[in-house]
Nanobody
Framework: QVQLVESGGGLVQPGGSLRLSCAAS????????MGWYRQAPGKERELVAS???????NYADSVKGRFTISRDNAKNTMYLQMNSLKPEDTAVYYC??????????????WGQGTQVTVSS
């Protein structure tokens, strides 16, 4: 019974910052990896950043150097710190968690999404 809830989205000016949070209903130790996706109108959902249970991180080229993904196991929460925001970052951002229940069989869990709008 997994529930992921995003928060922290909003309207910011170009160059501004936001920190997104994803709170899990249970221990995030149960997830092999977590990440942030985003989807803009008319575009496919894309992976923004991910973090494995071992702490390895990965970022889309478009956000490298500007975004930082992190995880606080004690709080069962994942974060996305977004700096130097650009209008093209405007999208709905989704929290994702993956859990391998059998070899080669991975479940995906999704939050409801939070809107990020970067505009003057």
């Amino acid at each position: 019974q997994v529930q992921l809830v995003e928060s922290g989205g909003g309207l910011v000016q170009p160059g501004g910052s936001l920190r997104l949070s994803c709170a899990a209903s249970g221990s995030i130790f149960s997830f092999n990896a977590m990440g942030w996706y985003r989807q803009a109108p008319g575009k496919e959902r894309e992976l923004v950043a991910s973090i494995t249970s071992g702490g390895s991180t990965n970022y889309a080229d478009s956000v490298k150097g500007r975004f930082t993904i992190s995880r606080d196991n004690a709080k069962n929460t994942m974060y996305l710190q977004m700096n130097s925001l650009k209008p093209e970052d405007t999208a709905v951002y989704y929290c994702n968690a993956k859990r391998t229940i059998l070899p080669g069989n991975t479940l995906n869990y999704w939050g409801q999404g939070t809107q990020v709008t970067v505009s003057s």
